[in-house]
């Protein structure tokens, strides 16, 4: 499996512009989670979809973020407009059906964001 | 509030020393925990999960789980250069219905040196 594939690996982009993140997550997994992390919060849950559906989006910072997954295999992850403070590290990570076993956490390579 | 703590660090140890690295959550409804390792500049792995009280070894790396503390333990005997990495703890309840988020810690730095 050629595990959890994300897009752009680095980003370098205005202040004010539109920054979207891609990811596509392991085959066959229902979940899948939208992670931030930065020296100062550590890593963060943004938000998390179930079966393609917004479970919890409490994490996202502000009306400027929002996450879609219009299908199983790919899901997005937009600022708009981005500013400085969003710089940092993204990450996108699936995992296999609830349950006390098979449920490990997979992450992508993540999408590191600079926004000057 | 789900809570996941560790001590940030850094652990320095020795090469060839034992690192033992500590983690508590605040979920008793926890079932799954896990440690992933990150290097620096990249994204965190897997390298231990565990689900049962007791230990769970895997090479050099022995994870250990006490749910009535709360408490869960990373072992790495051995420990080499390599190892030197930041250490996350996560823990995650098994439960469906919308409540099946795993919770981070931030991590504990560890440096072996030669």
């Known amino acids: 499996d050629a595990g959890v594939i994300q897009s752009p690996r680095h980003e370098v982009t205005e202040m004010g512009q539109e920054v979207t993140l891609r990811c596509k997550p392991i085959?066959?997994?229902?979940?899948l989670f939208w992670y931030r992390q930065t020296m100062m919060r550590g890593l963060e849950l943004l938000i998390y979809f179930n079966n393609n559906v917004p479970i919890d989006d409490s994490g996202m910072p502000e009306d400027r973020f929002s996450a879609k997954m219009p299908n199983a295999s790919f899901s997005t992850l937009k600022i708009q407009p981005s500013e400085p403070r969003d710089s940092a590290v993204y990450f996108c990570?699936?995992?296999?059906?609830?349950?006390?076993?098979?449920?490990?956490?997979?992450f992508g390579e993540g999408s590191w964001l600079t926004v000057v | 509030q789900k809570e996941v703590e560790q001590n940030s660090g850094p652990l320095s140890v020795p090469e060839g020393a034992i690192a033992s690295l500590n983690c508590t959550y605040s979920?008793?409804?926890?079932?799954?925990f896990f440690w992933y390792r990150q290097y620096s500049g990249k994204s965190p792995e897997l390298i231990m999960s565990i689900y049962s009280n007791g230990d769970k070894e895997d090479g050099r790396f022995t994870a250990q789980l006490n749910k009535a503390s709360q408490y869960v333990s990373l072992l790495i005997r051995d420990s080499q250069p390599s190892d030197s990495a930041t250490y996350l703890c996560a823990a995650r309840t098994g439960a469906s219905g919308g409540s099946y988020i795993p919770t981070f810690g931030r991590g504990t730095s560890l440096i072996v040196h030669p």
């Open positions: 990570a699936s995992s296999g059906p609830s349950g006390v076993t098979g449920n490990t956490i997979y």
């Open positions: 085959s066959g997994h229902d979940y």
């Open positions: 979920d008793r409804g926890s079932q799954s």
